[in-house]
Every structure is written in C-alpha cells, then in structure tokens.
C-alpha cells in the first residue's frame, strides 16, 4: 500500500493535530505523525510542524466521501436568504469540527445571526476569537451580495454575545456624541473591528446634531464623527 506524507503547520502541537485531523477525517489518536525538528516562523511567533503519513486508500476514500458531502450540500441548500446565511455559517464551523445550530432574526435594517454552539464555545474575549467572528461574518456578507443584500446586513453572533456589546457601544456613542458637540470638532475613530463599527454608525446617524462618515479599508477603515451642518444657519446668514 502506498504512503502519502503531507505537511501540517499551526501555532501549538494541539492546534496543528487539529488540523491535520479536520483535513484528512482522520481522528487526532490515529494519526501517525512525526514533528518536524525546525522553528517556524518568526522569533515571536513559532510554528509547530508535522509530518502525517496515511494510506493511498484512505485518501481516494476521502476525496470521494468529500465529492459526495459536497453533492448533498449543493442539493439541501435552501433559497431564502436568512435560511441560506444560517446554513452557510454552520457549513463553515461544520468544517471546523464544530456543531452549531444558526438562527437569523431581523433587527431593523439587519439580519442577526445567532450562533449556539452545541459542544464546544469560543472566548471571544481573545483577539483570535474576535477574529474568528469577524472572518465569518465577512465571508457571508461576501456570500449573501449574490441575492443582492446590502454588504454589513448580516451580523454574527457567537454565544449571545452581541446584546451585552450593544450596551457597551451604547453607553459609548452617548460618550462620542456628547464629545463631538462639546468640542464641536471632528472625532476619528481608528482600529475597530466592522461589527462593533456597524453597531456605533447605526447609534450615532440616529442624532440630528452629529455627522458620521467612513474612509479607508478593511482593518483601517476610519470612522468620523462631526458636528451635523446646521443648515437653517446658513440660509439666515
């Protein structure tokens, strides 16, 4: 029978096994692997490698199992677009390893999905966590833009998580707007991440006094707060 060899890399020897086990549907305690003796990486961020040695045979069988999963996903995919989002973002934790069950509800112009996690849970306290979120969220507005929704409308929420953040944003775009129309100057904002962005825009354009306006891209998109223009002003001048 013939061996195959493949290379896994990830920042710990748990999180590497993890991998190489999701990708070849191969439990973690069957695996037959070897570390590979060499730093990866960076001096601040090394990288644990592997080598992972299986049957030809397994692998066909794999690939074949793979083709027919994808089959019956194409088949079950569901046409409504709140349904298809919830189905997408379990696919994506599915191929994590990770059972989900996803549920979407409308929260004025947005859809939320909320994300219970059967098994397992995230802390998304932790950056990586927060990343997490924020990828998926950004992979199904990408996916939901082919039934033509609004990019941003599709919110993810892991744990229920989303309604404590709403409140800390809360108490924060008083403190901006309060800020913004003491100082009467403009306020950038910098580094936040889309969702808590999204939720301090949606707050702030509910006042008339202030403006609100983004520039940049992806990780350093800036959000500016300026007193509104007082257009009744102008017209008695």
Same mark, same amino acid.
């Given at each position: 029978?013939?061996?195959?060899?493949?290379?896994?890399?990830?920042?710990?020897?748990?999180?590497?096994?993890?991998?190489?086990?999701?990708?070849?549907?191969?439990?973690?305690?069957?695996?037959?692997?070897?570390?590979?003796?060499?730093?990866?990486?960076?001096?601040?961020?090394?990288?644990?490698?592997?080598?992972?040695?299986?049957?030809?045979?397994?692998?066909?069988?794999?690939?074949?199992?793979?083709?027919?999963?994808?089959?019956?996903?194409?088949?079950?995919?569901?046409?409504?677009?709140?349904?298809?989002?919830?189905?997408?973002?379990?696919?994506?934790?599915?191929?994590?390893?990770?059972?989900?069950? @996803?549920?979407?509800?409308?929260? +004025?112009?947005?859809? #939320? *999905?909320? $994300? !219970?996690?059967?098994?397992?849970?995230?802390?998304?306290?932790?950056?990586?966590?927060?990343?997490?979120?924020?990828?998926?969220?950004?992979?199904?507005?990408?996916?939901?833009?082919?039934?033509?929704?609004?990019?941003?409308?599709?919110?993810?929420?892991?744990?229920?998580?989303?309604?404590?953040?709403?409140?800390?944003?809360?108490?924060?775009?008083?403190?901006?707007?309060?800020?913004?129309?003491?100082?009467?100057?403009?306020?950038?904002?910098?580094?936040?991440?889309?969702?808590?962005?999204?939720?301090?825009?949606?707050?702030?354009?509910?006042?008339?006094?202030?403006? @609100?306006?983004?520039?940049?891209? +992806?990780?350093?998109? #800036? *959000?500016? $707060? !300026?007193?509104?223009?007082?257009?009744?002003?102008?017209?008695?001048?």
């Amino acid at each position: 029978m013939t061996k195959i060899k493949k290379e896994f890399f990830d920042d710990s020897l748990e999180e590497v096994l993890c991998k190489a086990s999701s990708a070849l549907s191969i439990p973690k305690e069957e695996l037959h692997y070897q570390v590979v003796e060499q730093e990866l990486g960076r001096a601040s961020k090394k990288k644990v490698a592997i080598i992972v040695e299986f049957d030809e045979k397994h692998n066909q069988q794999h690939k074949k199992q793979g083709k027919k999963e994808d089959a019956h996903d194409v088949a079950d995919t569901p046409a409504d677009p709140p349904q298809y989002a919830s189905y997408l973002v379990d696919g994506i934790f599915k191929r994590m390893m990770i059972d989900t069950q @996803t549920t979407c509800k409308i929260s +004025k112009d947005q859809y #939320i *999905l909320s $994300v !219970e996690m059967k098994n397992q849970s995230l802390d998304l306290k932790k950056g990586r966590g927060r990343e997490l979120r924020g990828a998926i969220q950004h992979l199904v507005n990408r996916a939901m833009a082919r039934f033509g929704a609004e990019q941003g409308r599709f919110i993810v929420d892991i744990g229920g998580k989303l309604e404590d953040r709403c409140q800390d944003m809360g108490e924060l775009t008083h403190a901006i707007e309060n800020s913004v129309i003491r100082m009467k100057k403009s306020l950038h904002i910098h580094m936040m991440d889309s969702q808590d962005r999204r939720i301090l825009h949606m707050g702030l354009s509910e006042s008339d006094k202030i403006s @609100t306006k983004g520039s940049g891209k +992806k990780q350093f998109r #800036i *959000l500016t $707060v !300026e007193p509104a223009v007082d257009h009744g002003s102008d017209q008695k001048q």
